[in-house]
């Protein structure tokens, strides 16, 4: 039987795994956003888009951490590619809300929809309580980027 590893090693371990994992999606999203004829932030925001279900032009530049005014351009484009549109927000008409289109879904399937699949054949041999702790583990780990995010953008 192998000697079991230190705390702060298997911490190491796995902090080396997940930026493995950040850096091939950020391999992914380049060859993805060629695919869909974007570039590469307006498919990160279309990917903000898309987790929150539709979300406000200004919430999406600060989780995008642009400009109101790059968030403009942005949505331009990705109006212009038929894969957003503006929609008036049910609670304040004054502002504008940013939703994926169906044209969007059909092009991302055929990208993400095999990555989907494999990842539901991964993880299907993980207990219940075994997904639990995992989904746990990346909300904490989100919460730590959130905080060093912010720290960031205080940062002089």
């Known amino acids: 039987m192998a000697p079991r590893r ?20 950020d391999a992914f999203d380049h060859l993805a956003a060629q695919r869909l004829g974007v570039n590469e932030t307006d498919l990160h925001c279309l990917n903000i888009v898309e987790n929150a279900g539709g979300i406000t032009a200004g919430n999406l530049a600060l989780l995008a951490g642009l400009t109101t005014g ?39 399937d055929k990208i993400w929809g095999p990555v989907r699949a494999d990842w539901g054949s991964a993880l299907a041999k993980f207990s219940t309580d075994e997904l639990e702790l995992i989904t746990e583990f990346l909300r904490a780990s989100n919460e730590v980027g959130r905080r060093h995010l912010d720290r960031l953008r205080q940062m002089r």
Do not use: P
């Open 6 to 25: 230190k705390k702060s090693e298997l911490i190491d371990a796995l902090v080396r795994e997940f930026r493995t994992g950040g850096n091939l999606d």
């Open 70 to 108: 790059a968030i403009t351009g942005v949505i331009d484009r990705l109006e212009q590619r038929g894969y957003a549109r503006r929609v008036s927000d049910s609670e304040d008409r004054r502002r504008v809300r940013v939703e994926v289109t169906r044209a969007f879904y059909a092009r991302a």
